[in-house]
């Protein structure tokens, strides 16, 4: 089965790094490092789905898969 895509950016405004799963709303997380802010997101994630199975809502499949971009020249 795939997983959900991550992505983690560097906040400068929070002074670390944040962690999301676009194809789970509101699923973000913070950390000081960007493993941190990985472990934080998994933690999340975890939680998210969790809550989402106990009040019967749908689990959307991993789907998003963002776009690479490569400069040619």
């Given at each position: 089965?795939?997983?959900?895509?991550?992505?983690?950016f560097?906040?400068?405004?929070?002074s670390?790094?944040?962690?999301?799963?676009?194809?789970?709303?509101?699923?973000?997380?913070?950390?000081?490092?960007?493993?941190?802010?990985?472990?934080?997101?998994?933690?999340?994630k975890?939680?998210?789905?969790?809550?989402?199975?106990?009040?019967?809502?749908?689990?959307?499949?991993?789907?998003?898969?963002?776009?690479?971009?490569?400069?040619?020249?």
């Amino acid at each position: 089965m795939k997983d959900y895509h991550i992505n983690i950016f560097c906040s400068e405004e929070d002074s670390g790094y944040i962690a999301d799963i676009p194809d789970l709303e509101a699923c973000s997380a913070y950390g000081r490092t960007p493993e941190e802010a990985l472990a934080e997101v998994e933690r999340a994630k975890q939680a998210w789905l969790d809550a989402a199975r106990q009040a019967g809502k749908p689990i959307p499949p991993p789907r998003y898969r963002p776009a690479i971009y490569q400069a040619t020249g």
